[in-house]
């Protein structure tokens, strides 16, 4: 649980040093930080799930 709460702090992180632009770009780094981090939350999520059902 602590991985997770660390991915999420670094999301709320990223979160705050977003723009938040009319026009966001899939080209921004902040756009592909937020994706890949909040990929990486959603595969945590998913195998703490998967490791609770087993």
């Not at 040093?17 to 959603?42: E, F, N």
């Amino acid at each position: 649980m602590l991985q997770k709460e660390k991915v999420q702090a670094a999301l709320d992180a990223i979160e705050a040093c977003c723009g938040h632009c009319q026009i966001c770009s899939p080209d921004c780094p902040i756009s592909i930080a937020k994706r890949a981090m909040r990929g990486l939350r959603d595969d945590l999520i998913e195998a703490e799930e998967t490791e609770g059902r087993t």
